[in-house]
C-alpha cells in the first residue's frame, strides 16, 4: 500500500509565492518518479513539475522560470517553490508518484489534492 500525502497551498496574491510539500509512503520501487499535476475548473489535469529519483527535472513551459521542484535525496518527499504566482495558476494541485516494473507494469499514486488560489 502507498500513501501520498500533500501539504500547504491556500490563498495568495497574485505576484506572490506559496510551497507545496508532499511525502510518499509505503511499497515505493527505489526508481520513480515523483511529480505534481494540476487541474484548473473546466480543464484537463496537467503536468506542473516532475522529478525523478536521480534527479532529472521536467517542467511545463508555463512555470519553467518561476516553479522550482526538488526532492531530498532517495527520500519521497518532493517540494513545489511557486514563485511569481498568476490567476492562471489557480488550481487543484495533486502530488504523484510513480514507477515502471519490467514484468508488472505501471504503479501509479496519487494525493488528495490541494487548492492554490490566486487573487488578482
Known amino acids: 500500500q502507498v500513501q501520498v500525502v500533500e501539504s500547504g497551498g491556500g490563498l495568495v496574491q497574485a505576484g506572490g509565492s506559496l510551497r507545496l510539500s508532499c511525502a510518499a509512503s509505503?511499497?515505493?520501487?527505489?526508481?520513480?518518479?515523483m511529480g505534481w499535476y494540476r487541474q484548473a475548473p473546466g480543464k484537463e489535469r496537467e503536468l506542473v513539475a516532475g522529478?525523478?529519483?536521480?534527479?532529472?527535472?521536467n517542467y511545463a513551459d508555463s512555470v519553467k522560470g518561476r516553479f522550482i521542484i526538488s526532492r531530498a535525496g532517495a527520500k519521497n518527499t518532493v517540494d513545489l517553490e511557486m514563485n511569481s504566482l498568476t490567476p492562471e495558476d489557480t488550481a487543484i494541485y495533486y502530488c504523484?508518484?510513480?514507477?515502471?516494473?519490467?514484468?508488472?507494469?505501471?504503479?501509479?499514486?496519487w494525493g488528495q489534492g490541494t487548492q492554490v488560489t490566486v487573487s488578482s
Open positions: 509505503g511499497s515505493i520501487f527505489a526508481s520513480n518518479t
Open positions: 522529478i525523478s529519483s536521480s534527479g532529472s527535472t
Open positions: 504523484n508518484v510513480h514507477w515502471i516494473r519490467t514484468w508488472s507494469g505501471l504503479y501509479d499514486y
